[in-house]
């Protein structure tokens, strides 16, 4: 058992009545005492809820994992990309007492989530597998999920049979667990994978199991494969490498964390909620999936195409200007060697038998599609794996400007629609045509300085479309307002927040139009907050 992080009910009680509370958490939160009130207010909550449920028990941890925003590397972690993230002062709580047996009881402070147990061995049909993956897809995993899709219990079960399938000789124990958060559900800010996070941190408390950081990261991320996720581990990886007050540089397959950096001084990110939920269990994560499918067919048809060129390619992010014998023209033409989208047939037909067992196994991640958007989807990762390499020494360099406009550029990449001059919605595709390309490596042939920069690959967005229309209408208001240098889509997409970056002097001008322009039409409370770097993942200590 952690006894680093395990104390009694009342001792639990007596800790945040006490002044150097205050001083554990700002160590956490850093010195904004309003912050830190509310914060004290929702651990008590915690306490509560748990002694109304499960009584005060004798032992107890509580852990917490932060909620995140990736400033740049979108898209991109499962393809080898950088991602520079921030932890953020929403986050998800989690109280657990060990339990004598291997049930685990759940509850939650907000009844919208409804209570539920599993039996750890049970799950495993009494026998832990050798193979967490092959598991996956095992009989006894999908009729788990028989009337119960969506139930937030899923989430809590991939942490802890992940653990368990990786200590298969240690029997972990039960857990009785109460959650409470402020993430808000399906909003683009890893509400999800800080559920993971925190219930991984709590069992590994409970269990007296040690792991490194790197491969703690790795499984949550494999257990958020139990939902059938394929989201990489950017998230988890951003939740627990985070430190107060500074975003991270993390890199990827392998992983490793390359630094932190300092925020730009003078700018606040302000997250707006558009209220347009994406739920990562039901009809969007065909769409996600998809998405990654698309890379790994580009992939392949590249390789076939051009064999030299790709011979030291391991990633996506390997084809990148400067890197390995490529340049940015070189890249344009490569895209252009296949259409802006390909029919299923038609790739499947251009490949010899191997390479067409390689695309069928991306086709068991989703519901196969006719056509896949390939050349807009390409061009996307590649651009914005090299826009997330060169993001932190940007910044550090003080071109606050030039970060804010590759933000904005970043979200033209998934953008599906934009407000014309009357206000109105108007669907938009980017452009990734042959003619597009053409002028792009004409610029580059040209000797114009402005030209060369216009066209250079960080400026270029390619089409990954997981944006909606909302959260495009509200970023192109957020780009009217005097002091917002650039402004996005947070998180994987398909609904959920918009983040924008803000000179301080524009905050509150910025939360006033969106309310009016956004909020105040649709009948909507305003769901605007500025994000503050708090620190990573953990178990709290007295």
Partial sequence: MGEKYIYTFDEWINFFNDSRCRERLAEIYGDD????????????????????????GEQAVISRSPGRINLMGKHTDHQGGYANVMAINREILCMASPRSDDTVCIANTDPLFRKASFSISQCFGGKVPDNWFEYLESDIVKESFFGSEGHWVHYVKGAVLRLQAEFKDKKLRGMNMVYSGNIPVSAGLSGSSALVVSTLEACTAVNGINLSKNRFVELCGEGEWYVGLNNGISDPAAM?????GRPVKLAFKPFSYVKTFDFPKGYKIVVADSLIKANKTGNAKNTYNMRVATYGMGMILLRELFPEKMKYVEHLRDIQSGQRGFSSEDIYRMLLSFPESIALKELLDRLPEKKRQEVHRLLKTHTPAIFYPIRGVMLYGIAECH??????DLIEEGNTEEFGRWMSLCHDGDRVAYTDENGKMIPYKEDVSDSYLLERIEDLQSGDPERIKRSALERLKGSYACSVPEIDYMVDKALRVEGVLGAQISGAGLGGCMMALARNDAVSTLKSFLEKEYYAPRGLEPQIFICSPVKGSGCLVQ
């Fill in 33 to 56: 005492e309003a912050l830190i009130r509310e914060r004290i207010l929702a651990y008590k909550t915690l306490l509560s809820r748990f002694d109304e449920t499960f009584g005060k």
């Fill in 240 to 244: 627990k490498y985070a430190e107060k």
């Fill in 387 to 392: 826009r997330a390499r060169l993001c932190s």
